[in-house]
């Protein structure tokens, strides 16, 4: 059974920091690419990065460059998401995808706010 589950959301202040981990099972993990992906109140998901299956090659959303950071660790089967500089605009519910498969976490809440 596949399960893609995410966790270090939280509330935050401007400014400040999270990692947020998604951690893999029921599939290879290490042979396909991940993504990151979040969504606002009343807006769409949106793609925030992307990782190739090695870990190589990374790939952002405009608003999240330089000050995210998208890397897995395939020996422990997770993937996480350093997000520094937050915003309010960050604010959403951010969610784990496995784009061959059309796999999909259950989210975790991120709320930026002073």
Known sequence: QVQLVES??????????????????????RNYPMNWYRQAP??????????????????????????????????MNTMYLQ????????TAVYYCNAPRQGFWGQGTQVTVSS
């Open 83 to 90: 997000m520094n500089s937050l915003k309010s605009e960050d």
């Open 8 to 29: 270090g959301g939280g509330l935050v202040q401007p400014g400040g920091s999270l990692r947020l981990s998604c951690e893999a099972s029921g599939f290879i993990f």
């Open 42 to 75: 009343g807006k769409d998901r949106d793609l925030v990065a992307s990782i190739s299956s090695t870990g190589r090659s990374t790939d952002y959303g405009e608003s999240v460059k330089g000050r995210f950071t998208i890397s897995r660790n395939n020996n």
